[in-house]
């Protein structure tokens, strides 16, 4: 592999007595060279202008970019992973690993390991909430390192790949959503990208591997086709092109780009509707048919990505997907984003230039071995392929799954049904002893971002997202039965739970005591007319009551509803036993 080096990474050349020819020597190095006769005017002759079909800074852009995405999915953990899967967590991840143990046997071998694959198998579990937390401070140091300083080796990408793994594999209903996998998928190829041991942005003896390169344009491939397809498949809408007359009021979680786009013509959305379709079933065939038409695929698939993220919060889904479509793009294409002169740029145009002149270095050992990991790869992800190209072409196609245990090949998918009305489940609490009574005052929690307060606006906040957000958006269209945390909620709100309410935005009785009882309320919401009387009023949306979600419960009626489910139950105030 290459020697060590800053991050210019360029080849030192040394000549040999005669002068006759020059041998390159696989290093990294500064970039300089000794004033040797005749080397400014061969400076002056080498090419100025980056070649294409190269792909140095496109690893580095696609390896910084992955860091990001890292960055942030380590960010959420680090926030939010405590509350959700802590010690007492809404989904304790400790309960979850028992309940695992228990299904293979009893002991923790390799049977755990391939069932639920995590690290968390390896740590003492006496402190489940610091080993959370040291995951994610680890996952957040090792790829701010990668995006801040553009150096990467397969021990970090590796490393940041198994620590998300980990969290992942045990955050059951928490981490069901497509960018999971998506995000694994991706970590894992860029492992590939990657020296093993050496940190230098242009590593000689590394080149990138043209096959690395295309599992990722083989990765956006698979992305859009699967989003397509689902959607053709799918809700009628998508055939009559109307379905974006309700996507922007009824997407999991809007901003306030959503408010007005949702009130274009209706020609505008019957325009995004058939946009929709031509990026996401034929713009990606332009991958296979040369450069120029795979830089067209790859500048569409960004400016698509681009529009989703400013029209509504779907977390790092659009940013994430937008890193295999840079692996569209050439170095050539991509030196505008690198300083002219620039220890990378520099390193890359003396490594194009000494590949010019012929004096490209022989193949190592490290080298040729790399070769055949490189190819290895390419008939691991053809092989892993096969079910999910299958399920592509199946009139039963199904979206966001997994057909191996560490999900390095996934089927993807997004939006095949639309939701024609947007419903949300409220919350609500009172001090009264009688719920039924008339008098009884009942108050509202409002969530972090999700619709509550119709006076409040729609907030902006990708790629960070609030996971319960996000399944209460699931729970809106389905029943409390089918979805029993949401009763695990209503228990800890009983009590003023800190964990609990430190994932929401307001809680009403601060200050005031525990509530007596809690209730979840059924609405119907839609964005208020701009321009309308609501709107001036300073109203975002209106809304109409559908009736009970579930009915109002305390503690002591709790009781039994949380030993079945092996739930720690609140504790109960002694003036209310």
């Given at each position: 592999?290459?020697?060590?080096?800053?991050?210019?990474?360029?080849?030192?050349?040394?000549?040999?007595?005669?002068?006759?020819?020059?041998?390159?020597?696989?290093?990294?190095?500064?970039?300089?060279?000794?004033?040797?006769?005749?080397?400014?005017?061969?400076?002056?002759?080498?090419?100025?202008?980056?070649?294409?079909?190269?792909?140095?800074?496109?690893?580095?852009?696609?390896?910084?970019?992955?860091?990001?995405?890292?960055?942030?999915?380590?960010?959420?953990?680090?926030?939010?992973?405590?509350?959700?899967?802590?010690?007492?967590?809404?989904?304790?991840?400790?309960?979850?690993?028992?309940?695992?143990?228990?299904?293979?046997?009893?002991?923790?071998?390799?049977?755990?390991?391939?069932?639920?694959?995590?690290?968390?198998?390896?740590?003492?579990?006496?402190?489940?909430?610091?080993?959370?937390?040291?995951?994610?401070?680890?996952?957040?140091?090792?790829?701010?390192?990668?995006?801040?300083?553009?150096?990467?080796?397969?021990?970090?990408?590796?490393?940041?790949?198994?620590?998300?793994?980990?969290?992942?594999?045990?955050?059951?209903?928490?981490?069901?959503?497509?960018?999971?996998?998506?995000?694994?998928?991706?970590?894992?190829?860029?492992?590939?990208?990657?020296?093993?041991?050496?940190?230098?942005?242009?590593?000689?003896?590394?080149?990138?591997?043209?096959?690395?390169?295309?599992?990722?344009?083989?990765?956006?491939?698979?992305?859009?086709?699967?989003?397509?397809?689902?959607?053709?498949?799918?809700?009628?809408?998508?055939?009559?092109?109307?379905?974006?007359?309700?996507?922007?009021?009824?997407?999991?979680?809007?901003?306030?780009?959503?408010?007005?786009?949702?009130?274009?013509?209706?020609?505008?959305?019957?325009?995004?509707?058939?946009?929709?379709?031509?990026?996401?079933?034929?713009?990606?065939?332009?991958?296979?048919?040369?450069?120029?038409?795979?830089?067209?695929?790859?500048?569409?698939?960004?400016?698509?990505?681009?529009?989703?993220?400013?029209?509504?919060?779907?977390?790092?889904?659009?940013?994430?997907?937008?890193?295999?479509?840079?692996?569209?793009?050439?170095?050539?294409?991509?030196?505008?984003?690198?300083?002219?002169?620039?220890?990378?740029?520099?390193?890359?145009?003396?490594?194009?230039?000494?590949?010019?002149?012929?004096?490209?270095?022989?193949?190592?050992?490290?080298?040729?071995?790399?070769?055949?990991?490189?190819?290895?790869?390419?008939?691991?992800?053809?092989?892993?392929?096969?079910?999910?190209?299958?399920?592509?072409?199946?009139?039963?196609?199904?979206?966001?799954?997994?057909?191996?245990?560490?999900?390095?090949?996934?089927?993807?998918?997004?939006?095949?049904?639309?939701?024609?009305?947007?419903?949300?489940?409220?919350?609500?609490?009172?001090?009264?002893?009688?719920?039924?009574?008339?008098?009884?005052?009942?108050?509202?929690?409002?969530?972090?971002?999700?619709?509550?307060?119709?006076?409040?606006?729609?907030?902006?906040?990708?790629?960070?997202?609030?996971?319960?957000?996000?399944l209460m958006w699931f729970a809106a269209?389905?029943?409390?039965?089918?979805?029993?945390?949401?009763?695990?909620?209503?228990?800890?709100?009983?009590?003023?739970?800190?964990?609990?309410?430190?994932?929401?935005?307001?809680?009403?009785?601060?200050?005031?005591?525990?509530?007596?009882?809690?209730?979840?309320?059924?609405?119907?919401?839609?964005?208020?007319?701009?321009?309308?009387?609501?709107?001036?009023?300073?109203?975002?949306?209106?809304?109409?009551?559908?009736?009970?979600?579930?009915?109002?419960?305390?503690?002591?009626?709790?009781?039994?509803?949380?030993?079945?489910?092996?739930?720690p139950h609140p504790h109960i105030p002694?003036?209310?036993?």
């Amino acid at each position: 592999m290459a020697a060590a080096g800053d991050s210019s990474g360029s080849a030192v050349r040394r000549r040999r007595g005669d002068g006759s020819k020059t041998e390159t020597k696989c290093a990294d190095s500064s970039g300089e060279h000794g004033a040797e006769p005749g080397e400014d005017s061969e400076k002056e002759k080498s090419p100025q202008s980056l070649q294409t079909g190269t792909y140095w800074l496109t690893r580095i852009v696609l390896l910084r970019s992955v860091a990001f995405i890292y960055l942030v999915a380590f960010s959420v953990a680090y926030n939010q992973n405590k509350q959700l899967i802590g010690e007492r967590g809404l989904m304790s991840c400790k309960n979850f690993l028992n309940s695992v143990k228990r299904y293979v046997g009893g002991k923790i071998g390799a049977a755990a390991f391939v069932y639920t694959p995590s690290i968390l198998w390896l740590l003492d579990w006496s402190d489940m909430d610091a080993n959370l937390d040291a995951i994610a401070l680890v996952g957040m140091a090792l790829s701010a390192f990668v995006l801040v300083t553009g150096l990467a080796n397969m021990v970090i990408m590796v490393t940041l790949w198994v620590l998300y793994h980990s969290l992942v594999n045990v955050g059951q209903l928490l981490n069901v959503l497509c960018w999971e996998s998506q995000l694994l998928e991706t970590g894992f190829l860029a492992i590939f990208l990657c020296p093993v041991w050496t940190l230098s942005q242009v590593p000689r003896c590394c080149p990138p591997s043209l096959i690395c390169i295309w599992t990722f344009r083989w990765l956006i491939v698979r992305i859009m086709l699967g989003a397509g397809l689902i959607k053709i498949r799918g809700d009628k809408c998508w055939r009559d092109l109307t379905c974006m007359d309700y996507h922007y009021e009824t997407q999991p979680v809007p901003n306030p780009m959503s408010y007005y786009m949702h009130r274009s013509p209706w020609w505008f959305h019957r325009f995004e509707t058939l946009s929709n379709h031509l990026i996401e079933l034929i713009f990606p065939f332009f991958t296979f048919l040369g450069r120029r038409m795979c830089m067209v695929n790859g500048a569409v698939q960004i400016l698509f990505q681009v529009v989703l993220i400013v029209s509504g919060n779907l977390s790092f889904l659009n940013w994430l997907t937008i890193v295999p479509s840079l692996a569209c793009f050439d170095d050539a294409s991509l030196g505008f984003l690198f300083r002219s002169g620039g220890g990378a740029k520099k390193a890359v145009l003396e490594i194009q230039n000494e590949d010019a002149a012929g004096r490209t270095p022989k193949p190592t050992k490290g080298m040729l071995i790399r070769r055949v990991v490189n190819i290895s790869l390419g008939i691991l992800i053809g092989c892993l392929s096969v079910p999910v190209v299958m399920n592509l072409l199946s009139s039963r196609q199904v979206m966001n799954t997994s057909f191996d245990p560490l999900r390095i090949v996934n089927t993807y998918g997004a939006f095949g049904s639309i939701t024609k009305e947007r419903t949300e489940v409220i919350f609500q609490g009172t001090l009264s002893q009688d719920p039924k009574a008339p008098e009884a005052v009942w108050e509202e929690y409002q969530f972090l971002c999700k619709p509550g307060d119709v006076y409040r606006r729609p907030c902006f906040i990708s790629p960070y997202h609030y996971r319960l957000d996000w399944l209460m958006w699931f729970a809106a269209f389905q029943t409390y039965e089918q979805s029993e945390w949401v009763i695990h909620i209503a228990g800890r709100l009983l009590s003023n739970d800190s964990t609990v309410l430190s994932l929401l935005d307001h809680n009403p009785f601060r200050g005031k005591g525990n509530p007596r009882w809690i209730r979840g309320e059924h609405f119907i919401y839609k964005f208020s007319q701009p321009g309308s009387t609501s709107a001036a009023q300073g109203k975002w949306w209106l809304r109409k009551r559908i009736g009970a979600y579930f009915p109002p419960v305390d503690l002591a009626g709790l009781r039994g509803y949380f030993q079945s489910r092996n739930w720690p139950h609140p504790h109960i105030p002694p003036n209310r036993k």
